[in-house]
Structure formats: structure tokens, C-alpha cells
């Protein structure tokens, strides 16, 4: 797809300053040949505590203190919980986590209860350019096994990735672009893994070496592949398998006895979930350019997958949504058509530059330059014909200009540019092709050298939505900003008090919809006058060290104006029931626990607790609930750790959801529980681990309540898992 013509000058101004800036800054690369190598890790937005603790931190900060909720997921524990290939599944034991579940191939974040348009997931801080935004049932365009790091950051990430970052983000860190010399003559990563509930086989490696003195090559590839999930239980939930023994029992009374037993036969599926299997394949290349304290280099990728999206059997749509609509409910192939088979097949081809330039010794330390492209399309194929295909366009950059940190005043200020150009062309493009430009000035400052520190952040951004076909145009000028107070005078520990006001414009999907959306079995109808989303927020936290152990806590609450959201009218198109998109004022409070402590803490030997807990409530204005809201969550695990070997027992406990919408059900509690053993046969050095592990031991059958699937695309049975990832 090629990019179409926008008449947004500023957007063009955007990116000819960014990537002029890469131009003019190119000499400084050079000068900077004889300075002497960072101290720092490769990646500068990070940093290590003095209890080892991992931070995230922001450009030019000591720490980013203005989002309190903020979690850093390593390589170990990507290996420990990458379950399948989506991002997801893989974060959601963390504290005010969950997941969108929507099937085992399509996965996204849902952070303190937010998903979709208010939460984003970027590459090392630019957009994976994917549409899994748009629809739960689209895949997110990363691979964990080829990630190095997962940064999380819970509440207003508009401040540092834009405005579709109002909920949270996730920042997906790799190493397809290198930013430093390997010690050897080439470095391997490698990884392979298999599991007894998706009969998983996957595999992944990356190489690194060195062209020249100062010039890296990388290359790493990633293959997956899975059959049909199986579950421990039922498929369908209670409440659809009651409707369809209903209807059986109807059927049999008219004498249709053979739909009768179809439907008893659907509602007595169990044990795995048909077309659930899924494959990819992903291959990225890299060149990186080191000197000194300066780094530049560029990648190209591509991703590939296909996945089966589980639809929910055969379903005749009445009005009441979830719950009445069950009552029409027919099983697989006992409708007047056979029900087809629906099948995603997503392909993306991305390329990326990043630089980050050491300026000199003047107020301006660092030019940091990251630049992301992609040609997405996907197509939705129901049994051997195409449905509809969904095309994406897409550039991003962003230049961050740092600022010296060793003064009282520290941070980073910058400019972003963002272009998109979707279009969707089939029976369920109920989006009409649309452009969104957007341009963003932002800064983030830290001033202090005491026990006190004042953090401030400030976005202004221009976004236009553009719906050609309709001859549309909307523009939103938002403005965010957050200021933080912090005390540091208990030796290990940060106690801070944050507001913020974030504001976000309404995606193309909010404003253009009108059409049939199978994934959320509605015919959802967008509104091209809704203003833009406002929220205010208070957080307070405090985080550090016990002893030897480190804690984390933070509550909070967001009071937003015209939050955006998709209500039942009670009409019905298509077979579908309508939705449209209202605004209303809303409300989000909640909390998130986290404490790791060593009770034995010996030569050799440590045994480690793990505590988490999370809460999120939310309510609109009129006193209803916001859908989807995950319920209260709680995780204990023991550990014990040697210099060989690790072993893990956890338990997750999820609280029954009784507060929903009148087209939604209420969700059972259930309780996970998981074991681990990795084992280092080199402990010297820790490159090779080799890991077992036992999830949902006892085969629960449980259900996120976040999913709109959920009713009939239970988590995961009991699965046993094992994979070895090596380093040399």
C-alpha cells in the first residue's frame, strides 16, 4: 500500500525535522570516535539500583517517578512465562496486568483495566504499526522469545509515546539493532521450547559480529508452531450451555431431533478449543555503527502468522448482547449454512533506524533519533475465501534532544511525527479507509539534588483523522501534563505523590465505524463529533528496599470527561445488536501490591517470597460499570535459588466479577497453580538454562474476564512445558 497524500503541513515539517536532525548531528558521530566507551548499560533507559533492583527511567532522568506504576520484564522471566507467541499472556501476572485472551494467536495488554486505543505497544519507544489496536481478534507484531527486555508502564503514557498511550504502554525491547560491539568474535542467543497443551514447537536464534572494529551485523529468526488448545473443562461457559440444552430440549419437543442433538453435541464440546492452532515465522537483519559514545544503525524485518479465530458457535444475535443473544445461540453447522471455518493470515514488513549521538560537553549531552516503518496487511479468510483484508501503512519518528545530568535540573525534550494510512476492504470493513497524522512536542524534566525532587512532564500534540471515502476531516489540538513530587530521605526508598491531565483524540475506528464487527459480535457505529478524552490523575507510591527484600505499592485514581466508550442502542443490523460510540464521564480507582523478600538468604543458597496484588474498579457517570474490568488478582510464589538450579511454586488467585454491563456475564473466580525448576549446567557463567515447568496444574478452567471471548475461549489446561535458551 502506498502512502496517500495528507494535507497536514506541520506532519511533513515533523519528519523533515527529525530526520534533519539525524543529518546535521551525522559530523558529531565521528568526533565522538575517540571518546571513551559508555560506563552505562546499551540501552539508556535503563538503570540498576543499588539493591539490584531494575528501573525504568526516562532520558536525561535518575528515575522516572512521574508514572509510579512501572514494571521491567527480563529475559529470565520471558523465558519463564512465555506461554505462546503474544505479548499479552506474557505479562499478565504482573501487577495491574491482564490480557485480552481473545484467542491463543491474539493477545494484547490490558493495563489498570484499559485496552485498545488507550493502551500502545512499541518497538524500543515507536509503535509495532500493527492494527491489533483496532480489534481484539488482530495479532500484536512481536515475537517474546526474540525480546530482551519488556518494559511496562501502568497509567498516562501519553506524556512519553502519545496520546493513544493515555491507559499505559508496553516497550518492547530487542536487539535487531546493535548498539554495541560483542565481546567475542560473534555472539549466539538461542532458544527452542515445546508444551503438552498446544503441542508447541518453537525455535529462535540470533547472531551478532563484528564487520570492522566499529561495525556490528546482526541477524535472528523465530519460528512457531501450535495445534488446537486444550482446556480443562467445558468450552462454552455456564450460562451459553444452559441456553443451548434450552434450545435442545425445544427442538427435541418440536421433533427436530437432529438439531437437537447438534446443539447438545456443541454445548458438550470439551476439552480443547477447535481452530485455536496457529505457526509464524519472523526474520529481522541489523547494522550498527559504534564509536565511542555514539551509536547508529538500521534493521529490516519481517513477520509472518496465521492463527485460527474462534468464533462463538453459530450465534444468532438478539438484543441484550452476551447474555440474551446466547438464548439464540445455534452450535457449530446447525444453522441453515455450515458455519465457516475463520482463519487470520498477517504479514509485515518493517524497517527501523535508531541513533543516539554523544553531543559534547554543552547543555545538550545526547541526540537520541528513533525512526520506524511498516507495510502491514492481513487477511481474514472464512474457510478458502477471503473475507476481508486490512492494509496499514505507516511511519514514525521521534528526536529527543538529553540534557547533561549532572546539574540540579535534568530531562530530555523532543518531537514526534506519526502518519498512518489504514484501509480495510471486504464484507467486515466496518472501518472506512482513513489517514491519521499526528505531531507531538514533549518534554520531561527532573529538578533536585536532596531528599527532594520535583519531576514535571509536558505533551502538546496536533492529530488529524481523515476518512477520504466520507470526506471527513477532524482536528484535535490535546494537551497533557504531570507534575511529581518526590521524598528520598529513608535510606532505599522513593515516596512520591503524581497529577497528571492527559488528553487523547479519538481514534479513526471511534469516529468512522459502521459496520459489522465480528469480533465483538456487534455492528458498531462510530460518531464523527466526539471530542477529545480528558482525564485527570492522582497517584501515590512508595517503592525501595527492607533489608534485603524490595517493595512496591501505588494507588491510584483517574477522573476522566468524555470517556469513550461503545453502548448497546437496542437496534439490531445484520443480524447483529447495534453499538455506538457515546461519550460519558467515567471513573477508575485501584491499587497495585508488590513485595519480594529473601527468608533464607545463605552462601549459595536463597529461598525468595513473591507477593502481588492488583484491583481496578471503574464506573461511569450514570453509575454503570466500564466493561471488561478485571477483578481482583492475587499471586504468592516461594522460590529457592542456587548458583545451578531454581525452583519456583506460585499460586494466582482471580476474584469472581459480578460488577458488569447489561451485555456482559459475570465471571467465576478460579485459582492457578504453576511450578518451575530451571537448571544452569554452566552456573560460572549462566549461559545456558534449561527450564521445566508445570502451569494449571490442577486443570482449572478459568476464564479473564478483560476477554470478549471468554464465554468460549477458556485459558489454557494443564500444560507442561520445557526449553532451553543458550548464550555464547
Do not use: C
Amino acid at each position: 500500500m502506498t502512502l496517500r497524500k495528507s494535507s497536514l503541513a506541520p506532519s511533513r515539517l515533523a519528519l523533515a525535522t527529525v530526520l534533519g536532525l539525524a543529518v546535521t548531528a551525522a559530523p558529531a558521530l565521528a568526533e565522538t570516535a575517540e571518546q571513551p566507551a559508555p560506563v552505562e548499560d546499551d540501552v539508556h533507559n535503563r538503570q540498576t539500583a543499588s539493591d539490584g533492583t531494575i528501573i525504568v527511567s526516562a532520558n536525561g532522568l535518575k528515575e522516572l517517578d512521574v508514572l509510579a506504576g512501572t514494571s521491567v520484564v527480563e529475559i529470565g522471566q520471558i523465558q519463564r512465562d512465555a506461554i505462546n507467541g503474544q505479548i499479552g499472556d506474557l505479562l499478565a501476572k504482573l501487577p495491574g496486568v491482564s490480557s485480552t485472551s481473545f484467542a491463543p494467536g491474539s493477545s494484547r495488554p490490558v493495563l489498570r483495566g484499559q485496552q485498545g486505543e488507550r493502551v500502545r505497544v512499541l518497538i524500543d519507544g515507536v509503535g509495532t504499526a500493527d492494527v491489533s489496536n483496532t480489534s481484539v481478534d488482530h495479532a500484536t507484531t512481536i515475537e517474546p522469545i526474540t525480546v530482551e527486555r519488556i518494559e511496562v508502564l501502568r497509567g498516562p503514557a501519553v506524556l512519553l509515546y502519545g496520546s493513544q498511550a493515555i491507559g499505559g504502554a508496553v516497550n518492547v525491547v530487542d536487539k535487531r539493532i546493535p548498539t554495541r560491539m560483542p565481546d567475542e568474535d560473534f555472539h549466539v542467543d538461542g532458544f527452542a521450547g515445546i508444551d503438552s497443551a498446544t503441542n508447541l514447537r518453537t525455535g529462535a536464534a540470533s547472531v551478532d559480529f563484528g564487520l570492522t572494529s566499529n561495525l556490528v551485523f546482526h541477524v535472528d529468526g523465530s519460528w512457531r508452531k501450535t495445534g488446537n488448545a486444550e482446556i480443562g473443562g467445558f468450552q462454552l461457559s455456564p450460562e451459553l450451555r444452559e441456553e443451548l440444552l434450552e434450545e435442545a430440549a425445544e427442538k427435541t419437543a418440536d421433533g427436530e431431533l437432529e438439531k437437537a442433538a447438534e446443539f447438545r453435541e456443541a454445548a458438550a464440546q470439551r476439552g480443547f478449543i477447535p481452530n485455536s492452532d496457529m505457526d509464524s515465522w519472523t526474520v529481522n537483519a541489523g547494522l550498527g555503527l559504534i564509536l565511542g559514545e555514539s551509536t547508529l544503525g538500521a534493521s529490516i524485518g519481517w513477520y509472518d502468522t496465521n492463527y485460527g479465530v474462534t468464533k462463538r458457535p453459530g450465534l444468532k444475535h438478539d438484543h441484550g448482547g452476551e447474555v440474551a443473544a446466547a438464548a439464540a445461540i445455534t452450535p457449530f453447522g446447525a444453522g441453515d449454512e455450515e458455519e465457516e471455518i475463520v482463519r487470520i493470515g498477517l504479514k509485515q514488513f518493517r524497517a527501523d533506524l535508531k541513533g543516539d549521538l554523544y553531543l559534547g560537553e554543552g547543555t545538550f549531552e545526547r541526540l537520541k533519533l528513533r525512526v520506524g516503518y511498516s507495510d502491514y496487511t492481513h487477511t481474514e479468510f472464512e474457510g478458502d475465501e477471503v473475507g476481508t483484508t486490512f492494509d496499514a501503512t505507516s511511519i514514525e519518528a521521534r528526536a529527543e534532544l538529553v540534557q547533561r545530568g549532572d546539574g540540579a535540573l535534568r530531562g530530555s525534550s523532543g518531537i514526534q511525527y506519526l502518519h498512518r494510512d489504514f484501509a480495510a476492504v471486504g464484507a467486515e470493513a466496518y472501518v472506512p479507509p482513513n489517514l491519521t497524522d499526528q505531531v507531538a512536542l514533549f518534554t520531561l524534566q527532573e529538578y533536585g539534588t536532596g531528599a527532594f525532587q520535583i519531576e514535571a512532564a509536558a505533551r502538546a500534540e496536533f492529530t488529524k483523522v481523515e476518512a477520504q471515502t466520507l470526506r471527513i476531516e477532524r482536528d484535535y489540538d490535546t494537551f497533557s501534563g504531570a507534575l511529581g513530587l518526590v521524598y528520598q530521605g529513608i535510606e532505599g526508598v522513593r515516596i512520591g505523590l503524581n497529577g497528571s491531565r492527559a488528553e487523547r483524540a479519538p481514534a479513526a475506528e471511534e469516529l468512522f465505524a459502521n459496520g459489522p464487527h465480528i469480533a465483538t459480535q456487534a455492528f458498531e457505529i462510530g460518531d464523527a463529533d466526539l471530542t477529545t478524552e480528558r482525564a485527570w490523575g492522582l497517584e501515590a507510591y512508595a517503592r525501595g528496599s527492607i533489608g534485603a527484600g524490595t517493595f512496591n505499592l501505588t494507588a491510584y485514581r483517574q477522573w476522566f470527561d468524555n470517556y469513550i466508550f461503545l453502548e448497546e442502542t437496542g437496534a439490531e443490523e445484520d443480524d447483529l445488536p447495534v453499538f455506538q460510540y457515546l461519550q460519558q464521564d467515567a471513573d477508575f480507582w485501584g491499587f497495585e501490591a508488590e513485595l519480594n523478600y529473601p527468608i533464607i538468604d545463605s552462601d549459595g543458597f536463597r529461598l525468595l517470597t513473591d507477593l502481588r496484588a492488583s484491583y481496578t474498579e471503574a464506573e461511569l457517570a450514570d453509575g454503570t460499570a466500564v466493561p471488561r474490568i478485571p477483578p481482583l488478582a492475587l499471586l504468592g510464589a516461594l522460590e529457592a535459588q542456587t548458583d545451578a538450579f531454581d525452583l519456583r511454586g506460585e499460586v494466582q488467585w482471580f476474584d469472581a466479577q459480578d460488577r458488569v454491563t447489561a451485555f456482559e456475564t459475570p465471571t467465576d473466580s478460579f485459582t492457578l497453580v504453576n511450578a518451575m525448576a530451571a537448571w544452569r549446567p554452566f552456573a560460572a557463567n549462566r549461559n545456558v538454562t534449561v527450564l521445566v515447568a508445570a502451569d494449571n496444574i490442577f486443570d482449572v478452567n478459568g476464564r479473564r474476564h478483560a476477554s470478549f471471548t471468554k464465554d468460549f475461549v477458556p485459558l489454557l489446561g494443564r500444560n507442561f512445558r520445557a526449553s532451553v535458551r543458550l548464550s555464547f
